[in-house]
């Protein structure tokens, strides 16, 4: 019998444990707070997050981080990218030898420039061979909901990578495989940077065209950074590229794209930090994002600017009319 865990309870690993609950998988999904696992357990549901959808019975909820580790066929591990090392101590004493590792978090540390397979590789050595990385389309709520999408779930192992995507396919989630790891999680989190951005053109009243325009030249930015860190160029047309930065710049659901528009109405950063419980990882990516540019030697004129009107106060609408006004480029320049 299978056996389930989701580490983090935020949106994201809330919907992925329902999903594998209602296929009648027994799933335990932990919160490191007492408090709201009691809550949820109790209640049948998460508020929070997502609050009107009921939990099914194969669904339990738990602050006790073994109860959730141990003896689990398949653990997923949703937890903040900046707080991913720290919960993976709390994991590896209670982790299973033969237990498969799914990564859904998207992001990159930023002390030290790795990507989340890359640090649980490091802290479970023991795992390194069974990790696998998932990521596409994938807005909580809809998916939650059970309204169709795709994702891609890649891993060095193609076995992995399948058995993965046997247990976390269901009729509403279409998953396809994939060998590159370095893709697929530049691709997701990479691309809440350019969602920020986004949300920032509509919040300006620039229009369709600037919008389509920025999401256009943020493929490119991405995939400059990620062909040279070694990813297939291919991965960014595909659902952990362009279809993950249609799904985040495009829907208000979008953490990050709603981050852009409140900045574009001109509050501060830290007063919108200050009034969601949601993390935005776009902010985090984005320092990230400029250091492995500085690593590799790639331009990222769209990743700069963001940083500077997150970081550094640059009024948007300068930043717009800096990035109109740079020297020409080839359309393909730094890709091909």
């Known amino acids: 019998?299978?056996?389930?865990?989701?580490?983090?309870?935020?949106?994201?690993?809330?919907?992925?444990?329902?999903?594998?609950?209602?296929?009648?998988?027994?799933?335990?999904?932990?919160?490191?707070?007492?408090?709201?696992a009691q809550e949820m357990q109790s209640q049948r549901e998460n508020k929070m997050f997502l609050p009107g959808i009921t939990f099914p019975e194969t669904l339990?909820?738990?602050?006790?981080?073994?109860?959730?580790?141990r003896e689990k066929e398949l653990l997923i591990l949703v937890t903040p990218s900046q707080r991913m090392r720290e919960n993976?101590?709390?994991?590896?004493?209670?982790?299973?030898?033969?237990?498969?590792?799914?990564?859904?978090?998207?992001?990159?540390e930023i002390e030290s420039l790795?990507?989340?397979?890359?640090?649980?590789?490091?802290?479970?050595?023991?795992?390194?061979?069974?990790?696998?990385?998932?990521?596409?389309?994938?807005?909580?709520?809809?998916?939650?909901?059970?309204k169709p999408t795709a994702a891609v779930i890649a891993s060095q192992s193609t076995e992995v990578a399948i058995?993965?995507?046997d247990l976390l396919t269901t009729r509403h989630l279409r998953i396809y495989t994939s060998d590159d790891v370095v893709g697929v999680e530049l691709g997701g989190a990479l691309k809440n940077?350019?969602?920020?951005?986004?949300?920032?053109?509509?919040?300006?009243?620039?229009?369709?065209?600037?919008?389509?325009?920025?999401?256009?030249?943020?493929?490119?930015?991405?995939?400059?950074?990620?062909?040279?860190?070694?990813?297939?160029p291919m991965t960014f047309a595909g659902l952990a590229g362009i279809g993950d930065l249609i799904a985040t710049c495009a829907s208000p659901l979008s953490r990050n794209q709603r981050l852009g528009r409140r900045l574009a109405a001109g509050e501060k950063l830290d007063d919108i930090l200050a009034s969601t419980h949601s993390v935005a990882e776009g902010i985090y990516i984005t320092r990230a994002a400029?250091?492995?540019?500085?690593?590799?030697?790639?331009?990222?004129?769209?990743?700069?600017?963001?940083?500077?009107?997150?970081?550094?106060?640059?009024?948007?609408?300068?930043?717009?009319?800096?990035?109109?006004?740079?020297?020409?480029?080839d359309e393909r320049e730094g890709i091909m």
Not at 60 to 69: H, L, N
Not at 95 to 106: D, G, M, W
Request: with cysteine; hydrophobic share 50%.
């Open 1 to 36: 019998m299978v056996a389930v865990g989701v580490i983090g309870s935020g949106a994201w690993g809330t919907t992925l444990a329902l999903l594998l609950a209602r296929k009648g998988i027994a799933t335990t999904l932990w919160d490191h707070q007492a408090a709201r």
């Open 60 to 69: 339990r909820v738990t602050a006790e981080i073994g109860e959730a580790v």
């Open 88 to 108: 993976l101590r709390l994991v590896a004493p209670h982790l299973s030898p033969q237990t498969l590792l799914v990564s859904a978090s998207k992001g990159v």
């Open 114 to 146: 790795k990507r989340m397979s890359e640090v649980i590789a490091e802290e479970l050595p023991a795992s390194a061979g069974r990790i696998a990385v998932l990521s596409g389309p994938n807005l909580s709520p809809e998916v939650a909901r059970e």
């Open 163 to 165: 058995a993965c995507r």
């Open 193 to 232: 940077i350019i969602a920020i951005g986004a949300g920032m053109t509509e919040g300006l009243g620039y229009g369709d065209n600037a919008k389509g325009a920025f999401i256009t030249r943020g493929v490119a930015e991405i995939a400059r950074l990620g062909i040279a860190a070694g990813a297939n």
């Open 290 to 329: 400029l250091k492995l540019a500085e690593r590799f030697h790639v331009e990222m004129p769209l990743t700069t600017k963001l940083s500077q009107i997150l970081f550094q106060g640059l009024d948007p609408h300068k930043a717009v009319l800096e990035l109109m006004m740079r020297d020409p480029k």
